[in-house]
């Protein structure tokens, strides 16, 4: 078998030290195995990559370096990497600011609902806690500005016409309708949508019960 000679590739600069070096490879950017171990770009863990020009200790870090920046993002939370021993909850990387700060202002808990007095936990037993803003300023995250919620009344809080369980509703074309309790003359109870304008709609449970009372 013939010898393959070696290709000589140009000259570059290792990304650790800096000095320049002879590649083996076109794909190599150190010039040295100790000095691919160094630095998270990301995190700042030191970590082995296990291949060639990984500067991110996992995936989660190689995504936060590529995320918009927090001044160009209008709808979405403020978030920072945690040391991976400093974790909330599950073994996350990336935790949104509002939670940390909340964490650190109330506790581990368990807390109570700021607007319904439910029990919450960090875990989510028996439900989760979620860091609601009171100015629902969402880069607003002074410890102040923060309080722990449920589920149910941080959504409500974002849609004030949410129907919320236990509330009576009525099933229309475009979907559910805050609905009343009314009893018809006939002495039957039904549901009445008070958003309703039409005239002569709400007084009587049905329409033949309108005829029998007009005939």
């Known amino acids: 078998m013939p010898h393959m000679p070696t290709r000589n590739y140009p000259l570059r600069s290792c990304l650790r030290c800096a000095e320049m070096f002879r590649p083996s490879g076109n794909r190599q950017v150190f010039c040295c195995r100790a000095h691919r171990i160094g630095p998270c770009l990301t995190c700042g863990v030191s970590f082995d990559p296990t291949r ?4 991110y200790c996992s995936t989660t870090c190689a995504g936060a370096a590529k995320r918009v920046p927090v001044e160009r993002q209008k709808h979405r939370y403020e978030s920072f990497v945690l040391p ?6 599950k073994r ?3 935790v949104p600011l509002h939670r940390w700060v909340l964490l650190d202002k109330i506790g581990p808990g368990p807390h109570a609902c700021h607007w319904c007095a ?5 875990t989510g037993r028996p439900d989760h806690i979620t860091a609601d803003h ?8 002074r410890p102040e500005n923060l309080v722990p919620a449920c589920h149910g009344c941080n959504v409500w809080r974002q ?6 369980d236990g509330e009576l ?12 309790e009314r009893v018809c003359p006939c002495g039957r109870r039904f549901l009445f949508i008070p958003s309703d304008k039409r005239p002569h709609v709400g007084r009587f449970c049905s329409r033949s019960c309108a005829r029998r009372r007009h005939s």
Not at 118 to 122: A, D, E, M, R, V
Not at 169 to 180: H, I, L, Q, T
């Open 52 to 55: 060639t020009g990984q500067r």
């Open 84 to 89: 991976h021993d400093c974790a909330i909850g």
């Open 92 to 94: 996350d990387v990336i």
């Open 118 to 122: 439910k029990p919450l936990t960090w």
């Open 134 to 141: 009171l100015d629902r300023n969402t880069h607003n995250n």
């Open 159 to 164: 849609h004030p016409d949410r129907i919320k």
């Open 169 to 180: 509703f009525v099933v229309n074309g475009s979907g559910r309708a805050r609905a009343v």
